[in-house]
């Protein structure tokens, strides 16, 4: 009579074809690893955020968490050496008949080893004082030769108005003097495996994005994105900011977490070329995914056009111009008045009702993945 501790997960050949392979014991994820025709097998489920270890890969005698890279040994379901305590479920198996069996009531136990959070994890608490105003720089720059830059000007005079006349605490951060990764594409490998603080700025701490990090949804009240156009978009290292800040973006989608909330953002979009309309449209539906709320006439903008390539008359047009400089003051205004407003009369929520971009990926990978034992 068959041993009820005792499950088939089927032909051990077939796990001994490959290094690691995802099985399932009813609702639970397993993963079973074979080394030199030994197999090994460990639940599937990764301490950190649920990754599918199954899916990962072999590395030794450790089976390589496919997310974020932590490793748990294959056939005790320890972490890697400096992380035994940190252990994930691990089963006793044997081959009988050609079969893998696995035992099922007598799994070691999982033991999360605490993590001290990241700092940028922390609760959201707006701090009191006056009202703090970020200038956000996406231009590229030899920081040791610097050029002038359109967009920086208009910036620096935006945030000078608002530290003159508006009485804001200002800070300027130029994201071509910060050293940061790209995004790696966590979200594609699942909406879960992007998390918040983004998985890169836990695992490398030289990773410069955190001072945007902490100004976006920590410390500012009003954040101010400057941006040449280039070919017609913003700048790379827009985009490159944008893409890591996927992560504050996915809160809302995957948790229902709305990290922005009563903040402001407004731009500055220059360019010797055209396509202002573009850009704009851009970064105020990226900004507006994120949660932030925009003034009225949210952006001040200048370009020469399509067919006038003399960039030096375009600088020194910018150079000359008091009507921007006044936009950007006015731009400024515009945004300060909006913070105030809402901080004096938006209470801070806990939730944001939003439908429409309801995560069911999501959904259906945690009913597949079933319990977390
Ligand atoms: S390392 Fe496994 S979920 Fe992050």
């Known amino acids: 009579m068959a041993d009820a501790k005792w499950q088939d997960l089927g032909p051990a050949e077939a796990f001994q074809r490959s290094d690691l392979t995802e099985a399932s014991l009813g609702r639970q994820k397993l993963a079973v690893s074979c080394k030199d025709g030994k197999l090994g097998v460990i639940a599937g489920t990764c301490n950190h955020v649920g990754g599918p270890l199954g899916k990962g890969r072999l590395d030794g005698e450790y089976v390589v968490c496919p997310w974020h890279n932590w490793k748990f040994h294959r056939s005790t379901g320890k972490g890697e050496p400096g992380f035994e305590e940190d252990c994930v479920p691990a089963y006793e198996s044997k081959v009988e008949k050609g079969r893998l069996l696995v035992r099922t009531d007598n799994p070691s136990a999982r033991n999360r080893k605490p993590h001290a959070p990241h700092p940028l994890a922390r609760k959201i608490e707006r701090l009191p004082g006056a009202i703090r105003v970020a200038g956000i720089s996406t231009t590229n720059m030899d920081e040791a030769n610097p050029r002038y830059s359109t967009s920086d000007a208009l910036l620096e005079v935006a945030l000078g108005h608002a530290k003159g006349a508006l009485k804001c605490d200002t800070k300027l951060i130029r994201l071509s003097a910060l050293k940061f990764r790209s995004c790696e594409g966590y979200y594609s490998k699942s909406a879960s495996a992007c998390t918040w603080p983004c998985s890169i700025t836990q695992m490398d701490e030289k990773d410069e994005l955190t001072e945007v990090y902490e100004a976006l949804v920590h410390w500012a009240d009003v954040v101010l994105v400057s941006t040449p156009i280039r070919w017609g978009v913003a700048s790379g290292l827009y985009f490159k900011m944008a893409e890591r800040l996927n992560c504050v973006q996915n809160q809302i989608t995957i948790r229902d977490n709305v990290l922005i909330r009563r903040k402001v953002a407004a731009f500055v979009i220059t360019g010797g070329q055209d396509n202002v309309q573009g850009v704009a449209g851009q970064m105020l539906c990226f900004f507006s995914e ?27 047009h910018v150079m000359q111009s008091k009507e921007l400089r ?48």
Do not use: C
């Open 290 to 316: 994120l949660g932030f709320h925009f003034p009225q006439f949210p952006y001040i903008a200048h370009s020469r056009g399509w067919s006038a390539e003399d960039m030096e008359r375009n600088v020194a």
């Open 326 to 373: 006044e936009g950007a003051k006015q731009l400024a205004a515009r945004a300060v008045e909006l913070s105030k407003n809402l901080l004096a009369t938006a209470p801070m929520v806990e939730h944001t009702p939003r439908g429409g971009r309801k995560a069911y990926r999501l959904e259906i990978e945690r009913s597949a993945t079933g319990s977390n034992t």
